[in-house]
Nanobody, 117 residues
Framework: QVQLVESGGGLVQPGGSLRLSCTAS????????MGWYRQAPGKQRELVAR???????NYGDPVKGRFTVSRDNANDMVYLQMDSLKPEDTAVYYC???????????WGQGTQVTVSS
């Protein structure tokens, strides 16, 4: 079982930056691929970025070149650096963990990101 807690959301102007953090606890962090997803009102949840236990990353097309995902295995943390934010990035952002063998997955409670002038 993994518990995930996100932080770092808030209100930012277009073109600004935010960094989201996700703290994991309850299991061996390096056994999990970690990801960030988002869900805007009236839309399906979509992949933002993912990082495997060995550091390989992939990104959703809307955020490529603007967002960077990283992880700190020593401190059981995963981060999402968001630059050049746009109003369409407004959503609730969720941290996700998927076990590399069992594929069991876990979700955080989400953190709101609002991009508006």
């Amino acid at each position: 079982q993994v518990q995930l807690v996100e932080s770092g959301g808030g209100l930012v102007q277009p073109g600004g930056s935010l960094r989201l953090s996700c703290t994991a606890s309850g299991s061996i962090f390096s056994d999990y691929a970690m990801g960030w997803y988002r869900q805007a009102p009236g839309k399906q949840r979509e992949l933002v970025a993912r990082v495997t236990s060995d550091g390989r990353t992939n990104y959703g097309d809307p955020v490529k070149g603007r967002f960077t995902v990283s992880r700190d295995n020593a401190n059981d943390m995963v981060y999402l650096q968001m630059d050049s934010l746009k109003p369409e990035d407004t959503a609730v952002y969720y941290c996700n963990a998927i076990h590399r063998i069992t594929l069991a997955d876990y979700w955080g409670q989400g953190t709101q990101v609002t991009v508006s002038s």
